[in-house]
């Protein structure tokens, strides 16, 4: 797993690499490595908030707090086995997804959640996935909604308006059409925007939804009425927009 966010000055990038646990700080449009800290626990998650670089640790139970100017260690948090995906909450406050039906507040207590990878904010509430059950689950309420296809959701992002973006993959990941859908968290409607293979990533930026779609080995740009595929050959697995360059910077991992 590799995971990719910019920060909101548009200069530099921040890269985890799960297999060896490094963390990498890279200066943009350069691609020149400012610095690198090792953190081990399959870095998983990353989140930019408060001038801190919070990097949730998959095998590791913990979230790590780093300086976005060095990557000095600055804190460790604390958090259930299999911390993925997070956000920062209307209080702004961290909030992790977990694979143990959980999301976790740093700082704060626990909230029932799917068991699954995913948390984003969309019509005013937090949202997480149940991986297994196909399912979406709203932030400590038992209500659940099945997907409209027997799809396994990865991937939560906020759309348009009060719409929820949702990346899932099929049964064999690599090779199994996925989906990738809009939620409207008012209606209780889904629209299905594209079905690649093994969607990593989806994510709004201006009107235009980019998806990661590594089982095709290329990314998705859906606009209304049009989708493309750039680049192609590329084994896309996470993406982050640049907009004071830009850019969309898009991570690949050829070996997952």
Partial sequence: MVAVIVSEDGKTAYVADSAPGDVYAVRLPSLQVAWKQHVGGAPFGLLLHQERLFVSLFSGASVVELDTSSGTKLASDPVPQGPAAMTA????HVVVAGTRGQLSVIGGGQLAAGNGFGVAEAGGRLWSADYERAELVPAGDDHRVGL?????PFWLAPGAGTSLLIAAEGGTEDTDPGGVFSFDTVT????????????DQVLLA???????????????AI??????????GAAAVALAVDPPLGYLVVAVNAHE
Avoid: N
């Fill in 89 to 92: 909450d209307a209080d702004g």
């Fill in 148 to 152: 409209p296809l027997p799809l396994f």
């Fill in 188 to 199: 209780g409607s889904f629209s299905t925007l594209a079905t690649p293979k093994d969607p």
């Fill in 206 to 220: 201006g009107s235009t939804i980019f998806v990661a779609a590594h089982g095709d080995r290329d990314v998705l």
């Fill in 223 to 232: 606009q209304p009425g049009r989708t493309r595929a750039w680049a192609g």
